[in-house]
């Protein structure tokens, strides 16, 4: 099946640190990956759609230039926390899907935990 | 735009007891609707999902129903078992756009042995 790598899976950094998360699709390829943020007993915030090649399209209310989206292949995705604050500190996940049609599964890496001190 | 609404936040159930969760959706042009679970801090994994053109679909304990006259759907998980205990999240696909996904809020079940 389809397999979605994220690294890494914890950072604990200090605040004003900028901190990179990357995310793989292993055995497929895939020109959309999605960024969410999920906070305690929460559900799966979209924070941006990453498309490979292009500008990733980001969803209301998030900072473009404090998360900043590279999707320069097909198969990785980064997301970077530019100096990051402890109101940063979240799980972060990105997904991935096969296809380009809409009703392809999405399949999601193991996540981040950052924490901001 | 899409709104997706979920049913019980929590549900508690005993083991070998069926349970039930239930989602509506706004966008009648949506068109896949998956449900994924969540153990704590881990990956949401997709579980079964069903596409517009059936109404309902098994896979073993699990099976999903579609209702698109009234926009919603449902997960039904037969003869429960303790590790069945997660969040359970639906979904579903806006169409318009990049495709990207609706959650809903989520419902932690839990299964009492």
């Known amino acids: 099946g389809a397999v979605v790598s994220q690294h890494p899976s914890r950072v604990i950094c200090k605040s004003g640190t900028s901190v990179k998360i990357e995310c793989r699709s292993l055995d497929f390829q895939a020109t959309t990956m999605f960024w969410y943020r999920q906070f305690p007993k929460q559900s799966l915030m979209l924070m941006a759609t990453?498309?490979?090649?292009?500008?990733?399209?980001?969803e209301q209310g998030v900072e473009k230039d404090k998360f900043l989206i590279n999707h320069a292949s097909l198969t990785l995705s980064t997301l970077t926390v530019t100096s990051a604050h402890p109101e940063d500190s979240s799980f972060y996940i990105c997904s991935a899907s096969e296809g380009s049609y809409s009703n392809q599964p999405q399949h999601f890496g193991d996540g981040t935990r950052l924490s901001i001190l | 735009g899409e709104n997706v609404e979920q049913h019980p936040s929590t549900l508690s159930v005993q083991e070998g007891d069926s349970a039930v969760i239930k989602c509506t959706y706004s966008?009648?042009?949506?068109?896949?609707f998956p449900w994924y679970k969540q153990e704590l801090g881990k990956r949401p994994q997709l579980i079964i999902d069903i596409r517009s053109n059936v109404g309902e679909k098994k896979d073993q304990r699990i099976a999903v129903t579609l209702n698109k006259t009234a926009k919603h759907f449902s997960l039904h998980i037969t003869e429960t078992q303790p590790e069945d205990s997660a969040v359970y999240f639906c979904a579903a696909i806006l169409t318009s756009g990049t495709y990207k996904y609706i959650f809903g809020t989520g419902t932690r079940l839990k299964v009492l042995a």
């Open positions: 966008d009648s042009a949506s068109n896949y």
């Open positions: 990453s498309n490979e090649g292009s500008k990733a399209t980001y």
